[in-house]
């Protein structure tokens, strides 16, 4: 299990640059966001926590590229190069704006069931991010309310989950919900580094 962090733990984590541990990156690896945009704080302040976002790495062996397979806010599931996601976060020509954690899935997930992992997460693309789930996240919180219906959006987290669980690798989750704090807290996640 990844220990629960605060922010200025985060913070003091020494920070690896990209270039020098791109090659330690594997397909399936969880990229763990603690950003300080507006939404990002919104939730991490629902699900008291201080990950904002989770993605997995898709390391392409033909174009010898890094990718982040995600759901993000406005877009919805996506692809994005983890080199330009890192200095060139929504194309502003700017980093992301806040911490982010590499973590690897344990004991070691067979390399066949992660790429089929990545596979059931790109059968995925293009579906809408769920603009509303983190609001209706807040309020089962506060109401102690199960969730009832599984709809064909995600949010971040939810994606994570589904390509593992796609391939019998489920999260453990406290709730009827999953947030990117879920899984991070999950038995099975250990955290490697912090990158830029």
Request: glycine content about 4%; proline content about 6%; aromatic content about 12%.
């Amino acid at each position: 299990m990844a220990t629960p962090l605060t922010k200025k733990e985060i913070e003091r984590l020494p920070v690896q640059p990209y270039d020098a541990m791109r090659q330690e990156l594997q397909t399936g690896d969880l990229v763990f966001c603690s950003g300080s945009y507006f939404f990002s704080l919104a939730v991490q302040n629902f699900t008291n926590s201080v990950w904002s976002h989770v993605g997995m790495i898709y390391r392409d062996p033909t174009l010898q590229r890094v990718f982040v397979l995600e759901s993000e806010t406005l877009i919805g599931v996506r692809l994005a190069p983890l080199s330009k996601y890192l200095r060139d976060y929504h194309g502003k020509n700017r980093p992301y704006k806040g911490n982010i954690m590499i973590a690897r899935v344990h004991p070691t997930v067979d390399e066949n069931k992660l790429n089929q992992a990545i596979s059931y997460g790109m059968d995925e693309l293009t579906k809408p991010y769920d603009n509303f789930e983190i609001l209706r996240i807040g309020i089962r919180i506060l109401f102690k309310i199960s969730r009832r219906t599984r709809d064909r959006k995600y949010i971040c987290s939810e994606l994570v989950y589904d390509c593992f669980d796609s391939v019998g690798v489920p999260f453990n989750l406290r709730d009827e919900y999953v947030s990117p704090d879920d899984i991070w807290q999950d038995d099975q996640v250990q955290p490697q580094f912090r990158i830029i």
